[in-house]
């Protein structure tokens, strides 16, 4: 078995029901941060980390994002006789990484959507990354989880600190032991109820994994919310071969949600020149506006 990471699965075939009714039609993946669809930040993320493969795991509905990466000749083309050089440049499709469909026929959960790639990845370790989680960082996310994998040669996924009130909306690490940055995980609980999570360390949609994995998903009974769990997955996983948590470097943007995904548009767009100045006179004019309304 090769211990290079070189191919990746983004699952994309979820309902998106915190974005309805934007997401009725559209899916969740194109809904754009500034101008750029988050799956396209997951995509680049994955380029920069070296992975050569992609597989996205699509659903009923998600045709627009086969059509994001795709060539449009006709848009090309008409750019070209208009000379618009700097945006062609921004639709041209990314020649290092070759990038894969198949279907999951029914939103049965992540663990089942992971599971729908199984031919695709092989017996091979494999990335996966979920578009709820846009990380910024100077090394990518995913880079660092791959380079923890060829130093440990054990899975690892990627966890962040969370608040004790936020617990409850992840899959929570258990840990054993830990090393700087690196815990061995005694457990996973996916979304414990409040009050009873065992750490604060949260998965956030960044993992490395061994082929084994998949051994587990096809057997993966039902868990939380009715879906099959890639947690519960996981948690039988370690018992066979131990998992390491990683606490990773970088800024991580939660778009899943409706005011993660309103906080990160605003933040990435101050961060860019051709916007900081207007918008910013235009935050503290309503600012400024709403204050004064509250005086009133
Ligand atoms: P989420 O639970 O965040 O996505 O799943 P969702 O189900 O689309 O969104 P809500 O909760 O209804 O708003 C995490 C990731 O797993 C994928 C989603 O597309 C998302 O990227 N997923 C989830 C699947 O691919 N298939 C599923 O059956 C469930």
Redesign the pocket.
Known sequence: MSNRVKKAI??????????LPA?KAMP??MLPIVDKPTIQYIIEEAIESGIEDIII???KGKRAIEDHFDNNFELEDNLIKKEKFDLLAKIKQPAKVDIHYIR?K?????G??VWCARSFIGNEPFAIL???DIVQSEKPCLKQLIEQFEETGKSIIGVQTVGENETDRYGIVAPKTYEGKRYEVDYLVEKPKKGSAPSNLAIM?RYVLEPEIFNFLEEQEKGA?G??QLTDALQKLNSTSSIIAYDFDGKRYDV??VLGFIKTTIEMALDRDDLKEELTLFLKEILNQSSIDHAK
């Not at 983004?10 to 974005?19: S, V």
Request: charged fraction near 20%; hydrophobic fraction near 35%.
């Open positions: 983004i699952p994309a075939a979820g309902l998106g029901t915190r974005f997401t969740k993946e795991v699509t659903g999951q029914e939103p049965l959960g992540l089942h959507a979920l578009g709820d949609g919310g879906e099959i899943g949600e």
